[in-house]
């Protein structure tokens, strides 16, 4: 590898664990081993100590499922919640909604803390400021009532502390005095917006979360410094990297850590090949995560739901199914087959991984239709094994009646069918035709579906990385740092211009001092008169003069219409500082070699054909392969299905579209 210092992107899976070490001139080296989960830093580390020169190792980010891990699992710290008095049962209340609209048993998770570390403090603000002072005996009171319930780690929620933050303050520098050592945090440094229950929960979430997420990432820090290592990132949810010490403070930022650098890693993908509106399914061990790219934009959501726990702070919007390479195939008690929840993850692993596994998974069936091949070696030489995979599959073949490769073609064609409907979710639910995007598959085992996931979508390009098994990695290295404040007004109100400009002028001298020298971009929160929920709308070159004008084209390319003459009014301002990563991109290709290929009889739909063998990573540009082919690579597979053709772009990345 090249001398240049490299950078390097760490995506932390289900399954695997996945390493791109970069250099500036455009070269890269791939580590893949299988993760660790009880100790995530384990595999990262043993991944940095594998590559072939780690010295000179200018960065390390890292894409982390630790605190999506510990939402899921239920095992953050405990919290003790402080709020207004009255409103102890605000996160139990939620917002009235069902879990499942048709199911009247279906209950929501429960919040973090327990009904009993509530504590209500005797006091009051409303929105012009306070109602009810915050008394010095009450703050001994709810100091002494902490005390009692030996807290892990304190959240203060109070009403209107997004406006007025003065007896959150009182409080916290109280606890903090009574409590060393013990995390506090508040409403009004999480999420300084209105809609308490949000609020609320994303407070309580990030206390919650930051014990845990901090210990560990402190612990990777060590071992990052012990090997020279002379920067140490984090990846948020919204696909921008935070310093360790910054990530450590919010840890609730990082619940889609991993997911958001594989739509980064697509953006990129997708502009070196002219293709700027997309659909991005990773596809990996445990589960799919669908995704939208438009104009070159990951589309980000204001709030978020993981694990049952609402968090309203920005994330690159993402929709995730059980439909993973070790997600579990089962028969239901209604003889239907089944594709997850359940996976089998690194450990014990599919049936065909040989390491203890025995139950049929989506992997298992993708090996049985001759899709993968057994000379590969996936992670930690980790060989597949086409006999343990069809005995796996044989007991679902006994229940249905069927043989091994009909099963097989069963299990391929469900999970699809999962996946197909979380691509939908991210576009049609949006107001987007899918039929106008082309679709960028990736991950381990989503290159194998591109083709049939495009059919049942209406899509006719689908665009396939130089190397899709790690692009969630290589996202992670071009993540820019990024920071976005947000202030609620007083009031939703038609626009004020003074007022706006004044608050635009606050939040952009606190966005400089938070990442000196970025690029600042100004944002409102807007809606109708009346409507309950808004739209971020950028503010074309940050003027205000064209706000009304942008809102009303986004709510009709949103809603299809622009409010039949409604008044708007802004709820909310924000601000975007971002700073670009030092720019990196895969060393073009040239030439027209041939590859030797080779010749692999694979079933495909039902069918049994002849399908080409291609090298893939090896490619060189501008060449064409025709389906059925199959282009295996040391980090992924790809299936090009009859009737689709395959054109290699100078990037490295394959084009395929309908013949």
Same mark, same amino acid.
């Given at each position: 590898m090249a001398s240049q210092p490299l950078r390097l992107g760490v995506d932390v899976g289900g399954t695997f664990t996945d390493l791109v070490a970069a250099g500036a001139d455009g070269t890269f080296e791939i580590r893949k081993v299988l993760s660790t989960p009880d100790d995530p830093a384990t595999a990262v580390f043993g991944a940095v100590d594998r590559l072939s020169r780690s010295h000179g190792i200018?960065? !390390?980010?890292?894409?982390?499922?630790?605190?999506?891990?510990?939402?899921?699992?239920?095992?953050?710290?405990?919290?003790?919640?402080?709020?207004?008095?009255?409103?102890?049962?605000?996160?139990?209340?939620?917002?009235?909604?069902?879990?499942?609209?048709?199911?009247?048993?279906?209950?929501?998770?429960?919040?973090?803390?327990?009904?009993?570390?509530?504590?209500?403090?005797?006091?009051?603000m409303g929105p012009q400021g306070v109602v009810v002072p915050l008394a010095g005996d009450e703050?001994?009171?709810?100091?002494?009532?902490?005390?009692?319930?030996?807290?892990?780690?304190?959240?203060?929620?109070?009403?209107?502390?997004? !406006?007025?933050?003065?007896?959150?303050?009182?409080?916290?520098?109280?606890?903090r005095r009574a409590f060393p050592g013990v995390p506090v945090v508040c409403s009004h440094d999480v999420l300084p917006v209105f809609r308490e229950y949000e609020r609320f929960s994303t407070t309580t979430a990030e206390a919650y979360l930051r014990p845990l997420v901090s210990g560990h990432l402190g612990a990777a820090a060590e071992q990052a410094r012990a090997r020279g290592i002379a920067e140490f990132r984090v990846l948020t949810s919204g696909g921008s990297s935070l310093s360790v010490e910054a990530a450590g403070r919010s840890a609730a930022a990082l619940a889609l850590s991993g997911p958001a650098g594989g739509v980064v890693g697509a953006r990129i993908v997708g502009e070196a090949v002219g293709y700027r509106d997309l659909l991005t399914l990773d596809m990996g061990g445990t589960s799919a995560d669908a995704s939208l790219v438009q104009q070159g934009e990951a589309r980000r959501e204001g709030a978020t739901i993981v694990g049952g726990i609402p968090l309203?702070?920005?994330?690159?919007?993402?929709?995730? @199914?059980?439909?993973?390479?070790?997600?579990?195939?089962?028969?239901?008690?209604?003889g239907t087959l089944k594709v997850g929840p359940r996976s089998a993850r690194a450990r014990p692993g599919p049936a065909c991984f040989g390491r203890g596994g025995t139950e049929p998974t989506v992997t298992d069936a993708c090996l049985a239709l001759g899709w993968l091949d057994q000379a590969w070696a996936l992670a930690d030489d980790v060989r597949l094994d086409p006999g343990a995979a069809e005995r796996a599959l044989q007991s679902l073949a006994q229940q249905l009646g069927m043989d091994v490769r009909g099963v097989a073609s069963g299990v391929v064609e469900v999970a699809t069918a999962v996946m197909a409907r979380a691509l939908k979710? @991210?576009?049609?639910?949006?107001?987007?035709?899918?039929?106008?995007?082309?679709l960028i598959p990736f991950g381990g085992a989503g290159p194998l579906f591109g083709c049939a996931l495009a059919d049942l979508l209406g899509m006719r390009t689908v665009i396939v990385p130089s190397h899709p098994g790690v692009l969630s990695a290589l996202g992670i290295v071009a993540a820019p740092e990024r920071a976005e404040l947000v202030a609620s007004l007083p009031a939703p109100a038609v626009p004020d211009r003074r007022l706006l400009l004044a608050q635009y002028a606050d939040l952009e001298r606190r966005a400089e001092r938070t990442l000196p020298g970025g690029a600042i971009r100004?944002?409102?929160?807007?809606?109708?008169?009346?409507?309950?929920?808004?739209?971020?709308?950028?503010?074309?070159?940050?003027?205000?003069?064209?706000?009304?004008?942008?809102?009303?084209?986004?709510?009709?390319?949103?809603?299809?219409?622009?409010?039949?003459?409604?008044?708007?009014?802004?709820?909310?301002?924000?601000?975007?500082?971002?700073?670009?990563?030092?720019?990196?991109?895969?060393?073009?290709?040239?030439?027209?070699?041939?590859?030797?290929?080779?010749?692999?009889?694979?079933?495909?739909?039902?069918?049994?054909v002849d399908a080409q063998v291609w090298p893939l990573g090896e490619l060189p540009a501008r060449l064409r392969i025709e389906g059925p082919a199959i282009l295996a690579g040391p980090d992924a597979t790809v299936l090009i299905e009859p009737g689709w053709r395959g054109v290699v772009d100078v990037s490295g990345a394959i084009v395929v579209e309908r013949a």
């Open positions: 200018a960065s !390390l980010i890292l894409g982390t499922t630790i605190a999506t891990n510990a939402l899921l699992e239920r095992r953050g710290a405990r919290v003790i919640l402080v709020t207004t008095a009255g409103f102890e049962d605000l996160l139990w209340l939620r917002r009235q909604d069902r879990a499942a609209l048709y199911d009247l048993s279906c209950d929501h998770p429960p919040p973090l803390p327990q009904r009993a570390d509530v504590v209500g403090a005797g006091e009051r703050i001994e009171r709810v100091v002494k009532a902490i005390r009692e319930r030996r807290p892990e780690s304190i959240a203060v929620a109070l009403l209107f502390a997004h !406006l007025h933050a003065g007896h959150e303050r009182a409080l916290a520098e109280a606890l309203a702070l920005p994330a690159v919007l993402i929709e995730t @199914v059980s439909a993973g390479g070790g997600s579990v195939a089962w028969v239901d008690a209604a979710r @991210v576009s049609v639910a949006r107001g987007v035709d899918p039929r106008r995007l082309a100004r944002y409102a929160d807007a809606r109708f008169a009346g409507q309950g929920y808004e739209i971020t709308v950028p503010l074309t070159n940050g003027e205000l003069d064209g706000l009304e004008a942008d809102f009303r084209a986004a709510h009709r390319s949103r809603y299809g219409h622009e409010g039949a003459g409604g008044t708007m009014e802004v709820v909310s301002l924000r601000v975007v500082i971002e700073r670009a990563a030092p720019r990196w991109a895969p060393a073009r290709r040239s030439g027209m070699g041939r590859p030797t290929t080779g010749r692999r009889r694979v079933t495909i739909r039902g069918a049994t």
